[in-house]
Each structure stands twice: as structure tokens, then as C-alpha cells.
């Protein structure tokens, strides 16, 4: 497809793709700018939905008189259109040039429990809602409302906070039509419906509601309507969707608050009871901003919670520092025996488990160490780092460049390719994995000692789409995809060959891809078998106003087994896409009331078996791993190892 800026053909390149959103694919067009264009009722996106079809077409034609009347004087932090793409006879508008924010992140994953993980700090979080506020009081006084304000059209970049998707601001006579679930204010919906749905106009005030819904979830990692209702009255249960027509909270006593969520005493009185009033009592207006600038945040030395408050609100007792005994006594709870094996007051960073049983990297006190206490090295994780351990090497990804560091040898650099602020690479037992410029390649085996032994040994597996392709690896196969304007192309490898096969067809969900994740199983033999493995898929996307979660199991040959959908935050072993291991053909799935089976029976994917005794030691945020000896659980600060009856 061609489009034209100022009569000048621009002609659409999947590899210059760096956007796919639910009504728009954006690109580079090198010189600053990016290029967001509108998908049309064609976009295979689309393909057999009639809806999304229709409410294409009637989006395009609003725009055409909309985006010639654009405000002038917004927010230098808008990114609002610069110049209009059109047809080649200038009359169509199919969409417009923008500046482009480079290495941005959306605030999405502010409220993500591995960013604070991971070293993003509570301060640093307060700092850019304060920057947002400054930016939203700018647009209001432009005479201007954002509408469907939510935290994926707020990207963040080098502590600056940006607003995108300007093209659905309302102002004048153009109203904005869409919304999403999460941050619609329900006193514009009709609460006779069964759950959030816009039915009156946007204004400043619901702009507001959904700002504080922002920082709520990027200060607490979870939103007003987070958790699980428990009534203890049958007749008092309503569907997850609908909580915010009847304002049930996490502040109510009924709702199970989410383990992986920071704990709401962490924040001081008077911005706790602002919360209170704006989701439970309705208030309205202007956030009061000097409630984000006056936060004074500490972590407390014993149990390293952050927290603005005179003391920390949470701690009971000092944690154990890694150095500390490597095991402690076992506690039994119905069939479930659990033995503490690790406990940090720092961070657990990445895990693994292997012939040499169980592999750890920690931050703590400055330093980066081993499961064994060795240093790696010293300085402070970073939000856009990966981590992952590799035997005794440990691999550290920012930006383009992956490092390894092995004991006794020089650390190895090896260039890769992003997806957004994700370096791609992945590893197994055997090799290290990396895309590059067009290219899947594999390492040798673990141990090489230096940068030209690494690079030399690199086996091109095959050719995917520079900077645009993410993929996982198991035992003995890989799964991948990328998704480029007008192509979705999903793929399978062989673990060890070269050769990939890309024509697996994955069922992507409809909307916007916001998250990704992959485990894989194999059969039982060790080595494994050929042709016995499993990929378990976990996609999330914003679609028709909700986030839904999708999971496809696809066999080594490339064949889709099973599929399934659930919505975020059920409480089902879906609603999360987290916590997730496979071995021997099922999946284990951790929940915040304990881990689940879940198998796959004639097509469909089955939840087989659940296991309460587990559920005081996971959360949904729990990384699983199988090993000889049980199951391990890896949380932020402790690792143990479950044994099931």
C-alpha cells in the first residue's frame, strides 16, 4: 500500500514497522517522524469480523474533517498529527506523519510487578505521573478532552511522559466514541448493562478518573477493580466486568487483594483516601497533583519494600540475606510439603533449573550474585534489562547489545536485534539464541570462551523480519512470530538445525498486542525426543475495549493443538500470563488460590487438577520450574521447592 505526505509517495515497508495497534499500523519514516495509518475494512487484521469492519470504515470518515481541524497549541508532550497522509489525489485522508518518541515504553508496564523488579522505583513512577498531570491540565486548558485516556496511549521516555493517539482527542462537535474497560468512568455508562460500556460523552472529569486509575495501578501494580470478588453471599456475586458499576474495590473487604500488588498501606493517608472518594464515592475534579510531588519514598532496610510512609508498613521482620543458610525447615500443608531453599532481601532476577539442578542470578546490596553467593557484578538493574542464566554464565540484554559473563573469562558482547525496548535472545540447556539483522542464529554450546569463538560458532537457523521478530526456545524446538503492517507470519525451528517453518497458523487475537509469553514441554526422555514437544503461547490484547487473554498450545511440527481465551484478571488460570510451566504434556498455572493443571483433551485445553495446599506458597506472578526434585516456585525475594503428593 502507498500513501502520500504532501504529494510525495511513501510506500509502506514491514520493516520499518514499529507499531500494530487495534485500529492502526505505524512505521518509520526515517527522518523523526512515524507514520500512523488508519487500517481500512480490507486489513487482514480484520478479516471475518463484520464489526471491527464497519466501525473502520465509519472511524476513517469521521477523521476526514476531524484531522483538518486539529488543535494547534496542545502539549509540546502530545504527539499529535504534523501533516496529513492522504491518497494520491489529496483528498483521502488514510491517516498522518507524527514525531516519533524513540525507546519508549508504554505506562502499561508501570504497573507491572517485574518493572519494580526489575529497578524501576516508586519514585521514579511518582516523578512521571506528575509530568502526566502536567500534560493532561495542559490539554484541558486547550479546550480539549483525551477521552479514551488509558496507559497505552501514555508512552514513557527517559522519564518523560508522552500522550499518543491524538486522533481520537474530542473537541468541537467531534465526540470520541471509544473507550476502554479498565479506565472508562462508570458514571458515563448505562449501569443496566451487564458491563462498562461509554453511553454519555467524555469531559474533563472522566479524564481525571482515569488518571487516577493510573496511579493507582503505577504505584501499586493494581488497579481500583483488581482481585477477586469473594462474596460470602451467593446473591451478592456479580461478574468480574461489572465491579465498576457497583464500585466494588480492592478496598473491600469481599475482594481477595492480588498477591503480586504492592500492598495499599504503603501509600500515606491523604492519598489513600483520595482513591477512596474518586472509586468508591464518585468524586470528581482536578487529582490533586501536590499529593504525587509531596510522595518521600524509602525502602525499608529489613524487607526492602518501598513505601512513603514514617515506617514501613509491611515489615514484620528482616529477610535473610542470600548469604545466609541455604535451606531452611520444610512446612507441610495438606499434600504439599515446601522447603525455603533461597531468600534475599534484594531481587530475584531470573531462574533457571538444569543438570546442575537450580540456577539463580540476585541483586542485592549493589551487587549482582549467584545462586552460590559468587559476585557477578556490581551496579543496579534497569527496567530495559533481560536477564537470563545459562549454566554457570550469566546473560545481561539492554538496548542492542547482549553480554555474557562467564567465571574466569572475558565478558562476551554480541550485537542483537529490539523489539521495542526488548533485546531478542533466548537460550536452552545447550545453546544461546539471538535474532539479528534478518537472521535467527544459534551459539555453540555453553562455555565459549570469548567474543570470536561466539561469533564464529553463531548457526544461522534462518531469516526472519529484522527487528520486528520475538521468539522463545525449549528443549527441542523454538516458536516465533512477527507482525508488520499488513503481515503476521508465525513460525517454528528446529532447536539444533537450521531451517524454519513458517507457516504455522497461529490464531492471533484481534486488537492490539500487549504482552507475549511462551513454555514449552517435551517427552519425558532425556534427551528429549524429537516431535513430542509442546509450545504453550500466552497473548494478551486490548480488544473491543478489554484485555483478553489468549493461549495456544502449537506441536513441534507447527501444528496448532489447542486454543483457549479468558479475559484479564478472572482469577483463572488464563487471567494471568504469568506463573506458567510445562513438562510430560500439561501445564501447571499458578494463581493467587494455587497452582492448577491444566491439559489438553480433544482439542480443547481442560483444567485438570487443582492443588489448594499450594496456594499460601504461589501467586499468579510466581515463575514455575520442574525439576527432579518437585516443583520450584520463584517470587521477587524467596524461591521454594514444592513437593506434591
Same mark, same amino acid.
Given at each position: 500500500m502507498d500513501v502520500y505526505l504532501n504529494g510525495k509517495r511513501v510506500r509502506l515497508d514491514p520493516r520499518s514497522s514499529i507499531g500494530k495497534g487495534g485500529e492502526a499500523d505505524v512505521f518509520d519514516l526515517g527522518d523523526g517522524r512515524a507514520l500512523k495509518v488508519w487500517k481500512t475494512p480490507d486489513h487482514p487484521d480484520y478479516a471475518g469480523q463484520d464489526a471491527e469492519q464497519r466501525a473502520a470504515e465509519g472511524r476513517i470518515e469521521r477523521h476526514q474533517d476531524k484531522l483538518r481541524v486539529f488543535p494547534r497549541a496542545l502539549p509540546d508532550q502530545v504527539i499529535a498529527p504534523v501533516e496529513l497522509a492522504t491518497d494520491k489525489a489529496r483528498k483521502h485522508i488514510v491517516g498522518y506523519a507524527m514525531r516519533l518518541v524513540r525507546g519508549a515504553e508504554p505506562l502499561l508496564r508501570y504497573?507491572?510487578? $517485574?518493572?519494580?523488579q526489575g529497578g524501576l522505583t516508586a519514585a521514579a513512577a511518582s516523578e512521571?505521573?506528575?509530568?502526566? @498531570?502536567? %500534560?493532561?491540565?495542559?490539554? @484541558?486548558?486547550?479546550? !480539549?478532552? %483525551?477521552?479514551?485516556?488509558?496507559?497505552?496511549? &501514555?508512552?514513557?521516555?527517559?522519564?518523560?511522559?508522552? !500522550?499518543?493517539?491524538? #486522533?481520537s482527542f474530542q473537541f468541537g462537535p467531534f465526540l470520541c466514541q471509544v473507550f476502554t474497560e479498565r479506565f472508562v468512568d462508570p458514571l458515563? +455508562?448505562?449501569? /443496566?448493562?451487564?458491563?462498562? $460500556?461509554?453511553?454519555?460523552?467524555? $469531559?474533563?472529569?472522566? #479524564?481525571?478518573?482515569?488518571?487516577?486509575v493510573m496511579v493507582m495501578q503505577s504505584l501499586l501494580c493494581v488497579g481500583p477493580y483488581g482481585g477477586v470478588f469473594r462474596p460470602r453471599s451467593a446473591a451478592a456475586r456479580v461478574p468480574q466486568c461489572a465491579r465498576p458499576l457497583h464500585r466494588i474495590t480492592v478496598f473491600d473487604r469481599d475482594v481477595r487483594y492480588p498477591k503480586p500488588a504492592i500492598p495499599y498501606q504503603v501509600l500515606p493517608d491523604d492519598?489513600?483516601?483520595?482513591?477512596?472518594?474518586?472509586? !468508591?464515592k464518585d468524586q470528581r475534579g482536578v487529582f490533586p497533583r501536590r499529593l504525587l510531588e509531596s510522595l518521600a519514598w524509602t525502602r525499608c532496610p529489613a524487607c526492602g519494600v518501598e513505601h512513603a510512609r514514617a515506617s514501613c508498613p509491611t515489615c514484620a521482620s528482616a529477610g535473610r540475606s542470600i548469604a545466609g543458610p541455604a535451606k531452611e525447615s520444610?512446612?507441610?500443608?495438606?499434600?504439599? &510439603?515446601?522447603?525455603? %531453599?533461597?531468600?534475599?532481601?534484594?531481587? %530475584?532476577?531470573?531462574?533457571?533449573?538444569?543438570?546442575?539442578?537450580?540456577?539463580?542470578?540476585v @541483586?542485592?546490596?549493589?551487587?549482582?550474585?549467584?545462586?552460590?553467593? /559468587?559476585?557477578?557484578? /556490581? *551496579?543496579?538493574?534497569h527496567p530495559a534489562m533481560r536477564f537470563a542464566v545459562h549454566g554457570q554464565a550469566t546473560l545481561i540484554g539492554r538496548g542492542g547489545e547482549l553480554v555474557v559473563l562467564s567465571p574466569g573469562a572475558a565478558p562476551e558482547r554480541v550485537q542483537v536485534d529490539c523489539v521495542g525496548t526488548r533485546p531478542v535472545f533466548d537460550v536452552n540447556a545447550r545453546a544461546r539464541y539471538w535474532a539479528r539483522g534478518g537472521q535467527l542464529l544459534r551459539s555453540g554450546r555453553p562455555g565459549a570462551a570469548a567474543l570470536p569463538c561466539e561469533e564464529a560458532a553463531a548457526v544461522p537457523l534462518g531469516e526472519v523480519l529484522a527487528g520486528q521478530t520475538i521468539f522463545w526456545v525449549g528443549p527441542s524446538f523454538g516458536l516465533g512470530f512477527y507482525r508488520a503492517g499488513n503481515v503476521s507470519i508465525a513460525f517454528v525451528f528446529d532447536a539444533e538445525r537450521p531451517g524454519i517453518k513458517d507457516t504455522v497458523k497461529l490464531p492471533f487475537p484481534g486488537g492490539k498486542l500487549t504482552g507475549a509469553t511462551c513454555v514449552f514441554d517435551a517427552d519425558s526422555g532425556s534427551p528429549p525426543r524429537k516431535g513430542r514437544g509442546r509450545a504453550w503461547l500466552f497473548l494478551a490484547a486490548e480488544q473491543a475495549g478489554r484485555t483478553v487473554h489468549r493461549c495456544v498450545v502449537v506441536r513441534e511440527d507447527g501444528a496448532v493443538e489447542a486454543a483457549a481465551d479468558a479475559e484479564a484478571g478472572d482469577g483463572s488460570w488464563l487471567g494471568a500470563l504469568t *506463573?506458567? +510451566?510445562?513438562?510430560? *504434556?500439561?501445564?501447571?498455572s499458578a494463581t493467587d488460590a494455587? &497452582?492448577?493443571?491444566?491439559? !489438553?483433551r480433544g482439542g480443547a485445553l481442560v483444567e485438570a487438577r487443582q492443588f489448594p495446599g499450594t496456594e499460601p506458597f504461589v501467586s499468579q506472578s510466581s515463575r514455575l520450574f520442574v525439576g527432579p526434585e518437585g516443583l520450584f516456585v520463584v517470587d521477587a525475594q524467596v524461591i521454594t521447592l514444592l513437593r506434591i503428593a
Open positions: 504497573g507491572e510487578p $517485574s518493572m519494580r512521571v505521573l506528575a509530568r502526566l @498531570h502536567r %500534560i493532561v491540565d495542559g490539554i @484541558h486548558t486547550c479546550g !480539549v478532552v %483525551i477521552g479514551d485516556f488509558n496507559d497505552l496511549n &501514555v508512552l514513557v521516555a527517559g522519564g518523560e511522559a508522552f !500522550v499518543i493517539d491524538a #486522533d458515563l +455508562c448505562d449501569p /443496566s448493562l451487564p458491563r462498562p $460500556s461509554l453511553a454519555r460523552p467524555y $469531559s474533563q472529569g472522566s #479524564d481525571w478518573y482515569a488518571f487516577a492519598l489513600l483516601e483520595v482513591l477512596y472518594r474518586i472509586f !468508591v520444610a512446612a507441610a500443608r495438606g499434600e504439599v &510439603v515446601a522447603t525455603r %531453599i533461597l531468600s534475599t532481601r534484594g531481587v %530475584i532476577l531470573a531462574a533457571a533449573v538444569g543438570a546442575g539442578g537450580l540456577a539463580a542470578l @541483586h542485592e546490596d549493589g551487587r549482582f550474585l549467584r545462586e552460590d553467593g /559468587s559476585v557477578v557484578m /556490581s *551496579g543496579a538493574p *506463573g506458567k +510451566c510445562a513438562a510430560s *504434556g500439561f501445564l501447571l494455587g &497452582v492448577v493443571r491444566v491439559e !489438553v
